[in-house]
Nanobody, 129 residues
Framework: QVQLVESGGGSVQAGGSMRLRCALS????????MGWFRQVPGKEREAVARAYISPAGRATAYADSVKGRFSFSQGYAKNTLTLQMSSLKPEDTAMYYC????????????????????WGQGTQVTVSS
């Protein structure tokens, strides 16, 4: 059974850093798309970042709101991606979810028709000012 598990959430002061990890288990996917989303009460879900993983390497994309602050780690373990978050702001406070689908990513981070087949349970990130 395919499972996604997030870890690394917690509380941090504005300007601080945090690392989120998403571990994919129970699959033999040669190619897959993995994404990070965040959501706060009363707002629509927002795609934060995604990575296309293949034997040849990876391709990443980030939302404009986090470019230059969030990035995927270069030293990730097998089937585990680390999202390094720096210069955190109070508006980054949200529940963060990891998702994955076998195959390619969509061309749009927030494509509402893209089928994310697997979801983690979420991890809370709170940034205080």
């Amino acid at each position: 059974q395919v499972q996604l598990v997030e870890s690394g959430g917690g509380s941090v002061q504005a300007g601080g850093s945090m690392r989120l990890r998403c571990a994919l288990s129970g699959s033999t996917f040669e190619r897959y798309c993995m994404g990070w989303f965040r959501q706060v009460p009363g707002k629509e879900r927002e795609a934060v970042a995604r990575a296309y993983i293949s034997p040849a390497g990876r391709a990443t994309a980030y939302a404009d709101s986090v470019k230059g602050r969030f990035s995927f780690s270069q030293g990730y373990a097998k089937n585990t991606l680390t999202l390094q978050m720096s210069s955190l702001k109070p508006e980054d406070t949200a529940m963060y979810y990891c998702a994955a689908t076998q195959g390619s990513c969509s061309g749009d981070l927030n494509d509402p028709t893209y089928q994310w087949n697997y979801w983690g349970q979420g991890t809370q990130v709170t940034v205080s000012s």
